[in-house]
């Protein structure tokens, strides 16, 4: 099978199988703990692609997100003229904490 091809055309066929409510459990678990819905588990799978769990990218993701959202509290304040400097040291140190960690995370993983 030709990976290209899958992946343009439009998905039209439904499938159907039943399961217990236990591996409906199991199913929906392994399919979110790995980012995707359950369809798009069931299909990786059946289709034998490769699907990589990085345990502890969960926490990094947050600490981006708070580091996001504090660069932007800080652009706010500097183009509403509230501030005009802002030390951006500590913050630099702590993205290259984070992606040493998201690094070592990987390196795991290969």
Known sequence: MEE??????????????????????IIE??????????SMYLRDCALDKKIIV?????????????????????TRAVNSGYCY????????EEVARLWQSLNSLTQEVR
Request: proline share 5%; net charge positive.
């Open 54 to 74: 990085v345990k502890g990218i969960d926490e990094v993701a947050n600490e981006l997100r708070k580091i996001g959202n504090n660069l932007n509290q800080l």
């Open 85 to 92: 400097e802002v030390d951006l040291r500590e913050t630099r």
């Open 29 to 38: 678990e392994k399919a979110y703990s790995s980012y995707r819905t359950p």
């Open 4 to 25: 290209n091809y899958l992946k343009k055309q439009p998905k039209t066929e439904i499938i159907s199988t039943r399961v217990t409510p236990k591996q409906r459990e």
